[in-house]
């Protein structure tokens, strides 16, 4: 007889970014020839300075439990960095250190949302707000927004979309899958909406923070609404920035009560981030900030090459970003010529006829797209982007 599962599980698909880059592994470990523009993880090395720091705390034998929420010595670094880079004053008691910026996120889900509570989630979303929303019993509201509209919504759009359900707001800036950022005056007056509800909380995922390349510098919504800051989440971590996916840490800022809610999520599901990671990470987030400058500038010339070569392939639009390491690209017109059902098909094509691996629209909530990561060699992207052009031709 089959094992009955949960039906709050049975909803939920898995990551479709997560499905996306195994299948391509697998294609490659059988041998066929895949350019996998996947995943979302830099390609670089974590760099040497910081992996030092983690052999160094196996050494010292920081090698136990560290309390649920963070080492003080880490805590402490994130607390420097919200001052040093966003102007943002936290106390220890403001901080929740979670296995990846993931895990702060599902905490804050799980501590949050009731059934039939709503979220509200720009679209296209990273692909796993919505199931988040949905393992804690809530309800995910798309507010779509389109190529023409640089993929933001506006302030009319979220007036109209909040309702009496509403608990919480997700903002992803610059944004996966987009690269695309709020402007300060962009983000004040989102903060103004705000002002006339009070209820409802935002999530700032930051996570892409540093990976910025717009003339202005990043700026983040409690920085900008210091009257909004007691009900903005600001969530971040050493991922992206620092080329460290693998080591797991990410955190959350905000008001006292709920972090302490969501560090009693944490407590009884996986304790304390890996210690030696924590270790690994206060050298990231005080040490010099010169790797991250360097990985930047890299992925920057890469999206600089990448616009315009997608743009002249037949039937893909496409925008400049001012982030992190994506490009969302409308794909609309080349699925029609292709005669392909939808984007799902479309990267099916690409996957058997060129090799490359992308992630379909549907998965981030904005079908006829396709999302391509940069995060690889521009030599590979100059091969991925022939073997797309030939198989369209
Ligand atoms: N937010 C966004 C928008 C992301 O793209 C990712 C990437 N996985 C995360 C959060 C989580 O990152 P991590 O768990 O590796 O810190
Ligand atoms: N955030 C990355 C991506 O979108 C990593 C995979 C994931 O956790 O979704 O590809």
Excluded at 247 to 267: F, H, N
Aim: proline share 6%; hydrophobic share 40%.
């Amino acid at each position: 007889m089959p094992i009955r599962t949960a039906q709050r599980v049975a909803q939920v698909k898995p990551s479709a970014t997560i499905a996306m880059s195994m299948k391509a592994a697998e294609l490659k470990a059988a041998g066929r020839d895949i350019i996998s523009l996947s995943m979302g993880e830099p390609d670089f090395n974590t760099p040497d300075h910081i992996q030092q720091a983690a052999i160094d705390a196996i050494r010292e034998g920081k090698t136990r439990y560290t309390a649920v929420d963070g080492t003080p010595g880490l805590k402490d670094a994130i607390i420097e960095k919200f001052k040093r880079d966003n102007k943002l004053e936290y106390r220890r008691d403001q901080i929740l250190v979670s296995s990846g910026a993931k895990q702060s996120l599902y905490n804050l889900m799980q501590a949050m949302i009731d059934p039939g509570d709503e979220v509200l989630i720009p679209a296209p979303y990273w692909v796993s707000y919505p199931d988040m929303v949905r393992l804690a019993g809530g309800a995910p509201v798309t507010l779509q927004t389109t190529l023409d509209a640089s993929f933001k919504i506006s302030p009319a759009q979220l007036r109209t979309a909040i309702t009496e359900q509403t608990r919480l707001l997700i903002l992803n800036s610059p944004g996966n899958p987009t690269g695309r950022a709020y402007h300060r005056e962009e983000l004040a007056a989102l903060g103004e909406v705000l002002d006339q509800f009070p209820r409802v909380v935002v999530v700032s995922d930051d996570i892409y923070e540093h990976i910025w390349w717009a003339d202005e510098p990043f700026s983040t919504l409690a920085e900008v609404c210091p009257g909004l800051a007691d009900r903005v989440v600001v969530v971040n971590g050493v991922s992206k920035a620092y080329a460290m996916t693998g080591w797991r840490i990410g955190y959350a800022a905000g008001d006292p009560e709920l972090i302490k809610q969501m560090r009693k999520v944490q407590g009884q599901s996986t304790s304390n981030p890996c210690s030696i990671s924590q270790a690994a990470a206060e050298i990231a987030l005080s040490d010099s900030q010169f790797c991250v400058t360097e990985m930047c500038k890299a992925f920057h010339k890469r999206h600089d090459w990448l616009i315009p070569a997608l743009n002249e392939l037949p039937g893909v639009k496409c925008s400049p970003g001012e982030g992190a390491f994506y490009v969302f690209a409308d794909c609309s017109g080349a699925i029609e010529s292709l005669g392909l059902d939808d984007d799902h098909a479309f990267c099916e094509h690409l996957l058997e006829h060129a090799g490359v691996a992308l992630v379909p629209g549907s998965a981030f909530g904005t079908p006829g797209h396709a999302r391509f990561s940069f995060a690889c060699g521009i030599e590979t992207l100059k091969q991925a982007v022939q073997r797309i052009d030939d198989a369209l031709k």
